[in-house]
């Protein structure tokens, strides 16, 4: 399906990344990969030697990650969205190697006003805060492509597609506020560039919205095992798995299909409850 | 992807429906396919010369584009969803062959309300019209799904998929109007069944939006050249094709995935439009 | 803001009914209603004596509470919207007295599959049970609108509201199953018809799903006061209350504005959880 | 309807913009309403003599209008949303005159990437760009209810209500991105703050998409009379009237009732249309 095809993943930190998983769905189906992820880089100013700590080690995770998971000869490079540098740094890379690219993965968010899987009442969020999770979460789906067809890198026809959650419709049951504003900001953005690069470039651009999942870094960060329990017991099916994921994202990354500006659901049916 | 699998496709009338194009994808994958359609049954009471020419001819249309399209051995049955007696005939048949049944397409709709392009106010449609519509387009996907489990046809974990159009959501631009009611019946059998089946017997059910398509019987009936070119037109893609649908509805009848209680859309990007 | 204009409420049962608190709130802005319900008429035939004695019950019980609550002068008539002679019949005496209507309240809905607040799961619906309750519950709105119109009654700008439930949309946590296709068909309709009567004669129709509410009839034959409880608890402002669905529905019946097609919530929030 | 009840109006430009009408509609129902607006004020740093003479002008014209349309007596306030100490000053001033708010409409909206209505593709907006427009236009809903609460200004039960457009979930006709990404995000703040403020304080938080509209400065900026045309064409009973939309917002601010986290449509049913 994949056959000559090449696809970014962004978002793998460690094994039990769902981007992982599409990631191993793509190889499946003979089509190459490039892996971004967090790591110390040149265009970080007065990182603190915590901050440094921590990229090194998610660094040494990913890489190490994508190593035994995916394969030694799979390309992985360091990208932090919210630098421009970096993510010019990152095509530029691309561009030496004369890759070009027939889609990507949109796996990032990030929202500091959950920590310790309590989140802050939205009217004590602040401007900063609002924004940080603005670009990490929803921007960077901008600033990645258009950075990439900036330097023509990406393929006529290429899919693009990003991870939303239920929260982005409904208020959940778990901490969640701040981030499914971005969410919701991020669905619309999707279906914005479905229509530009649509019409331009025969781009498509989707989302999928995936069940709690407790397995990543952001799962851990803010779910606990009762609400994973809880939405799988609320979901007819239990709680979709990584796999079912990566079998609609390796569905929607396929060549040649005019399916896009969808919001999807892989949820085991957890949205159609009342 | 379907090995040892075996699907219902309804709703073949000629090389041209929906339905061939899903069944050629399941086989393609190595699944097994048992086709129905429209022909003179012994439970039909009082056709008129007319009526029985017509399903004579239909029958032969759906037998012989079934053999060519799909094989000489793929199997064809007459089934019509009014008749419970037909679908009756219909389970016992494939009881006496031992199939076991893992999905199917459920791709049938009507509505007399709907000749040569022109369409019945809404205010001028009486119940026996209403209810002729809901019966073939809506109501069927219960009663061929009951009969099927009746009989203990219907595997485990099985997966259904019917087939809806925009209009079960918006006000269309060409005529459509009491099958647009049947239609937002449909979707909600279906979401309601993927809660009651997902349950009991992790039966999957999802639902999908095709773009305008003049190629099918339906279509021809209720659209014109230009209709389909004003959809393409507002699509950012253009109109989506007979085999994205095909992707699709594969996709979703994708053994063991837990995704259902789905409405999406194959359609070009037609309904993100304002 | 009513003063001079004519609004028909179905659906009254007795003093606790919605379409009462819909009525009141009329009158109090100086409009006028005329109120219908059940009871026996001429066109009932072969009615059983429980039939008949349900039906002169139902009908003291009716007409006592409007003349108590809303007035001893308030119109009442009888009305069975599953029988077009007693439609007809009604309309005629509207005729007669040479009534104009701005409006009504489409407050009908009837599920015998729901039988002490225990539901038949859909797969063992038959077709009769689902058109009866389509009948009732949807096609109603059609066959009302559309003898008021073929009889000149209704004025144009006029304004129609029916009521729905989120079941329209969400698989409920109460027994709920049949009756919620015939709500999604209701909605349905009452979009059509916002499309087909705004067009031709600026006549607006909207619906409302209200909260759940045990005070009326339909309530207490579905729900237990736990169920009340927990859509309460789950909703952020708790259950709404009748007379919030009043304010509302005389604010779309009001004369003059261009709201129309819209589907909308009065229920304290519950919607917007996931 | 409102004795005794005091409301914020935000977003009045001049006698023709939408907040001018619910302010009016306010009174004519015994409300009282504090008007903001745009204006010089101490905290504005560096500001050019060009934007000093555009926010003097304004200032004029706003609070000129208020007083010709709403009364000699109707207060006035600069406000700038996007100032912090613009927000704390305008409700330390609240607190000087111990006013208590009942409410407010929020109708703020701004977005510079869009000129001379012709809109910059969504690729193009930088990061800058897309935070001004988010923090006029979204945030502000957030930050305004915050200080407002801190301080003690706003009354348990109060009603908040702001101002959405259908480009939040469609791809308009017309020239619209950027700001269509900040009114989404508005939208989700309006339901996670409907769950927040409503279990806390019973305060409900509404939003309304109104019809395009040519007279306001917002769409004087960004709508031509053939798309405001071509709307009304669309629209089942031609484009709703700022009256209408006074009329819904009126009902929503109504105190008392259970109406909370809702996106309504006053569009003459523009977006039924598919």
Redesign the interface.
């Known amino acids: 399906m994949f056959k000559g095809k090449t696809y970014i993943i962004t978002g793998i930190a460690d094994k039990h990344s769902l981007a992982m998983y599409v990631a191993r769905e793509i190889l499946r189906n003979k089509g190459k990969v490039i892996c971004t992820g967090l790591g110390v880089s040149k265009f970080h100013k007065n990182l603190s030697e915590r901050a440094k700590a921590f990229l090194t080690e998610s660094h040494k995770l990913f890489t190490g990650s994508v190593k035994q998971e995916l394969g030694e000869d799979v390309e992985t490079h360091i990208l932090d969205v919210t630098l421009p540098e970096s993510i010019e740094d990152f095509c530029i890379k691309l561009k030496e190697k004369d890759q070009r690219i027939d889609g990507f993965l949109h796996a990032i968010a990030m929202d500091k006003t959950i920590r310790n899987k309590v989140v802050k009442?939205?009217?004590?969020?602040n401007?900063n805060e609002?924004?940080d999770t603005?670009?990490v979460s929803?921007?960077s789906l901008?600033?990645l492509?258009?950075k990439l067809?900036q330097h023509g890198l990406l393929n006529d026809n290429a899919s693009i597609c990003s991870l939303s959650y239920?929260?982005?419709?409904?208020?959940?049951?778990h901490p969640y506020?701040n981030i499914?504003?971005a969410?919701?900001?991020l669905?619309?953005?999707t279906?914005?560039?479905?229509?530009?690069?649509?019409?331009q470039n025969?781009i498509?651009v989707n989302c999928v919205r995936f069940?709690t999942y407790l397995g990543s870094k952001a799962g851990t960060a803010t779910l606990t095992t009762e609400d994973v329990e809880h939405a799988g017991t609320k979901?007819?099916?239990?709680?979709?798995?990584p796999q079912?994921l990566a079998?609609?994202v390796a569905?929607l990354l396929?060549p040649g299909?005019?399916?896009?500006?969808?919001i999807?659901?892989?949820?085991?049916?957890y949205?159609?409850?009342?």
Not at 121 to 125: D, F, G, N, T
């Open positions: 009442p939205l009217l004590e969020v401007f609002f924004c603005m670009e929803a921007f901008i600033s492509t258009a067809k239920i929260a982005a419709k409904k208020v959940t049951f506020r499914s504003i969410k919701a900001a669905e619309r953005i279906i914005e560039l479905a229509d530009e690069l649509g019409r025969g498509r069940s979901s007819p099916l239990g709680n979709a798995t079912d079998y609609e569905h396929r299909t005019r399916i896009t500006g969808e999807r659901h892989v949820d085991g049916g949205n159609i409850m009342g």
